[in-house]
């Protein structure tokens, strides 16, 4: 099975950066996807890790270290609009089509 | 269509009453995935297809849950005899390779069961 912890909330002011964690444990892994879900709407891909290292997106960067089970998604620069829920989940490794998420992270951008 | 399209938005079910809940993917898309989503919650895997073919429906919490997508694109997810604890947003995504990278999320059906 999988289990994968995150943070329930965080709070940043606009124009900071701000570090979301993903841990995981899992019985098998092939990758590790981030995404934006704002109240009320579907989930949205922000990134997708397979590798170890950190692959940048714009405002957004995401980070994989395989041996400690551990992610994180930096946002720089933040907007109003980044306040959403952010959900980490890992793709099973025997299983391609399975994903498990995580409860997510609800981030509040304040001015 | 421009992205996954999912119908009804809302349903509301007296419990015990059956319900179908239907997903369109995206057009040519091969992996169809459904989600039990609980307010506060991440989404929770209940199936998986690719095509036709159901290939893991693990995730499905009892034999009251049933999914079908009987020509490889459009797929049902049928709840018999409602409970109160099926209320939730059932979302559906698709990728276009098996397992995929990205995966396209349909708006979802809220589904509130009295």
Redesign the interface.
Known sequence: GQN?DQPTEMTATEGAIVQINCTYQTSGF??L?WYQQHAG?????LS?NVLDGLEEKGRFSSFLSRSKGYSYLLLKELQMKDSASY?C?V?DGA??????????TTLTVKP | GAGVSQSPRYKVAKRGQDVALRCDPISGHVSLFWYQQALGQGPEFLTYFQNEAQLDKSGLPSDRFFAERPEGSVSTLKIQRTQQEDSAVYLCASTGVEGGDEQYFGPGTRLTVT
């Not at chain 1, 709407?41 to 891909?45: D, G, H, I, K, L």
């Not at chain 1, 299983?95 to 997510?104: E, P």
């Open positions: 994968i092939n990758g996807f709407e579907a989930p949205t891909f997708y959900l989940a793709r299983n391609a089509g399975k994903s498990t998420f995580g409860d997510g």
